[in-house]
């Protein structure tokens, strides 16, 4: 038997290493009774190793294991552990994913009574994954950590191979391919040559989401080779459909023309591949045959040729229940994307509602809120096929509803109740503490400076990654918004006036739809880059003239810089919307970034900015006392007057300065207060939003510790800096502090877009604050607030529109 492990492992002979074996069985029958069934049943397992590992045939290797298990029972543990270990591999291949987990759970179990962390590590890591597979991602994740504790030294690559696996399925597309790429050389040092391939397999998946065609497709064809050369014929066959799909995926996009007959060459090979994949059966609930299918319907869809598309789709079963979760969403795009393509639009928004309930199931099972806006990720081509699909029809109201169908999905809450995890907490400190003495380093100490802030990213990185492992329990996803809904609620207000502005980006060009209570119309306004670079301009020119420290001629200069670029942008997306009143601006970036208010034609008038249409907010005049809480960090020259000022405007209003302005303070009025007004400074990270901070005594709060505290329906006012900026990720989902917090329960958040200056938030901020008291309207107190004001303003009401239901 060690002999036949050997020369396997040195030639990948595999019918001599089983010619060996059938010697071991031969000398075993030498042996009488117990002895000799256990011997036979250790061989057995070695053999159902062989062809599990090496042959790809887990029916004929869980055949054996029944036989190892059936004479084990009062087995030594070990030998136990790794029976039911083996045998839940074969089966997860198979697709019984719930019997291998059922057998994992034993083997963590007798892997504990053998005393030996190692085995109990491998047992756990491999129950993560099978909970994943069943979509359970955060317990996976759990499951998997639990793993890393147990055997934290283990370097042969299986962890980190694992847990990117995990990631990809909730949609952390990055995380997962920064980790497989840790994972491959460890994986080859290892000599784990199938677990090798399945990394670059999953890398090129990564990358393939990522719109990273070309790497994409090296990685696969690396993997089929490898799995070729393996003779694991199933994951050859997975391997070079995601070829056919890396070469698809740039021609979808536009990216590249097809050349002469390439369309239909790869169509015809997609279908070859099919038949390969049905010989060779499905691996881990995947089947090549299905997936190539998909492909090659693509692929034909592509040529126009909607007859064999629709046949090829025929072939697979109905609704692929027990494909993985990218298998079936990309199921249903080519389902809609033929229906819409054969102008059957009932069917092809059949397709379309299905796949989106399904990545709202898949949403619901997530907790924290960047994994939420992950798993966007996964509806990108889904959504995509939907939008331009209805901007086809060349409908206005179509397009409203395409692009809120697929917003809705990931919009709102994630968790909405905090986690218990007292480890995140104290990293949290942790990170804040490090941060703090780097912010109060003098300038000659910079190396320290960088190394306290680079303790601080790994105490980060690991609150992160804990987040990820807390399961979802916000609810259902609410319904979206309709064009034909949204402007009955504009008649029922008898405001004539009002407009929806719902921007999107196809094809780079910026379009909007224009809904007001007369009726729906669509716009074009050009290259959305064109939008981009002015704001980029926009957001320089603020920031030169926010800077004292700048000479006053050259702050002169960006000034009239900075006003010739507000009404070049007023006229590039203001002046065709002809919005006389209220303005409701709805898409993702670049208009996020557009400091609307200061745009000379909104002066005086209401403005509220969101990602999405919202629902759940109504407008009442106030009654009773409301409570306020004003803080002010370091560094913000005026930040004391200006809190002492804001506080002068609200009966009882709290105001906390210097020591007393601490982050557990700042967290706590943000779940209790209704109005909150932080004069601090802060910044937005772009690489990493959900720690986008706000500067307090203590250090910085981070959006992500208050990931999960339902906010009360508040006001959230954030002062003299620019954390009202976001990071738009794969999906089209953002986040940043104020997304977050109008995720967590904020009725409205108004923060800057840009560089503001501590003086001028010092003089608006009272004002704003009269008008709020009087009003309890944000969008109306910003408005008021900033009409008298000589300089631009870069504030912005992040908000939603008034008087839509909650549903």
Not at 146 to 172: C, F, H, K, N, T
Not at 212 to 228: G, M
Not at 406 to 424: C, E, H, L, N, Y
Not at 611 to 618: C, H, K, L, N, W
Request: hydrophobic share 45%.
């Amino acid at each position: 038997m060690g002999l036949a492990q050997a020369d396997l492992a040195c030639t990948g002979d595999l019918p001599a290493a089983l010619e060996l074996l059938d010697r071991a069985r031969g000398a075993a029958r030498l042996l009488d009774g117990l002895e000799r069934r256990r011997i036979e049943a250790v061989t057995d397992g070695q053999q159902g190793l062989f062809l599990l590992r090496v042959a790809g045939k887990p029916a004929e290797a869980v055949r054996l294991f029944d036989r190892v298990l059936a004479v084990s029972d009062s087995g030594a543990p070990r030998d136990l552990a790794m029976a039911y270990l083996n045998r839940a591999i074969a089966l997860s291949d198979l697709g019984d994913v719930e019997g291998a987990l059922a057998d994992n759970f034993e083997a963590v179990r007798h892997a504990e009574a053998a005393g030996s962390p190692m085995l109990v590590a491998f047992a756990r890591h491999n129950s993560g994954y099978y909970l994943s597979m069943l979509g359970h991602a955060p317990a996976a994740l759990a499951e998997m950590a639990a793993a890393r504790e147990l055997a934290p030294d283990q370097d042969d690559g299986i962890p980190m191979l694992g847990r990117a696996e995990v990631l990809y399925g909730v949609g952390l597309l990055e995380e997962a391919e920064a980790l497989l790429g840790e994972a491959i050389p460890q994986l080859h040092a290892a000599g784990r040559r199938t677990d090798h391939a399945i990394a670059e397999y999953v890398r090129a998946r990564c990358l393939l989401a990522l719109l990273r065609f070309e790497e994409a497709s090296t990685f696969a064809a690396r993997a089929r080779a490898h799995f070729t050369a393996a003779g694991y014929e199933q994951w050859a066959v997975l391997s070079r459909v995601l070829e056919f799909e890396a070469a698809l995926a740039p021609l979808r996009r536009g990216v590249r023309t097809p050349t002469g007959g390439e369309v239909r060459r790869r169509a015809r090979q997609a279908l070859t591949a099919a038949q390969d994949g049905d010989a060779a059966g499905p691996v881990l609930g995947q089947h090549p045959g299905h997936a190539a299918r998909l492909v090659a319907a693509q692929w034909f869809l592509l040529a126009n040729d909607l007859d064999t598309a629709r046949v090829t789709l025929e072939g697979l079963p109905r609704g692929l229940t027990s494909a993985p979760l990218t298998t079936r969403i990309q199921h249903y795009t080519v389902q809609a994307e033929l229906a819409f393509a054969a102008d059957d639009r009932t069917k092809g928004l059949r397709a379309v509602r299905a796949g989106l309930r399904l990545l709202a199931d898949h949403r619901s099972r997530l907790g924290s809120v960047e994994s939420v806006t992950a798993a966007a990720a996964h509806g990108v081509e889904l959504t995509r096929i939907d939008v331009e699909a209805a901007a086809r029809t060349g409908r206005p109201a179509a397009l409203f509803d395409a692009a809120e169908r697929g917003r809705s999905t990931f919009a709102g809450t994630g968790r909405v109740t905090p986690p218990d995890d007292p480890k995140a907490a104290a990293l949290l400190s942790e990170a804040r503490g490090l941060l703090a003495r780097a912010r109060e380093m003098p300038a000659d100490q910079a190396k320290e400076r960088e190394r306290l802030t680079r303790r601080a990213h790994r105490a980060q990185s690991e609150v992160r990654e804990r987040s990820w492992r807390h399961a979802g329990n916000a609810g259902g996803v609410q319904r979206s918004v309709t064009a034909r809904e949204l402007r009955q609620v504009l008649v029922e207000r008898g405001d004539d006036t009002a407009v929806v502005a719902n921007f999107v980006v196809l094809d780079g060009m910026l379009r909007c739809v224009r809904v007001d209570a007369k009726g729906v119309t669509a716009i074009e306004f050009g290259p959305a880059q064109d939008v981009i670079e002015r704001v980029r301009r926009l957001g320089a020119d603020f920031a030169m003239a926010a800077n004292d420290l700048i000479p006053a001629p050259l702050r002169a200069a960006a000034r009239s810089s900075l006003d010739r670029n507000l009404k070049a942008l007023d006229s590039m997306v203001l002046a065709p919307l002809h919005a006389r009143g209220d303005l409701y601006v709805v898409g993702r970036e670049p208009l996020l970034s557009v400091p609307w208010t200061a745009l000379p034609s909104r002066s005086g008038l209401r403005t509220a900015v969101n990602s999405y249409v919202a629902r759940g907010r109504t407008h009442a005049r106030p009654s009773g006392k409301r409570r306020l809480l004003a803080a002010a960090g370091p560094g913000v020259q005026h930040g004391t007057e200006e809190v002492h000022a804001v506080g002068r405007q609200w009966a009882g209003a709290t105001v906390l300065t210097g020591d007393d302005a601490v982050t557990e303070h700042v967290r706590t009025a943000l779940a209790t207060h209704d109005v909150v007004h932080l004069a601090t400074h802060g910044q937005h990270d772009a690489d990493n939003p959900l720690f986008a901070s706000i500067d307090l005594a203590d250090g910085p709060l981070f959006a992500h510790e208050l990931d999960g505290t339902p906010l009360p329906g508040s006001v959230v006012i954030l002062s003299s800096c620019e954390v009202g900026g976001s990071t738009q990720v794969l999906g089209g989902e953002v986040l940043g502090l104020t997304s977050v917090l109008l995720r967590l329960g904020a009725r409205a958040v108004i923060a800057s877009v840009a560089k503001l200056s501590d003086e001028l938030a010092a003089r608006v901020m009272p004002r704003l604050h009269a008008h709020l008291r009087e009003s309890d309207d944000p969008e109306a107190a910003l408005a008021a607030a900033l009409k008298d004001v000589a300089e631009p303003v870069p504030l912005v009401c992040f908000s939603s529109v008034e008087g839509l239901a909650s549903a």
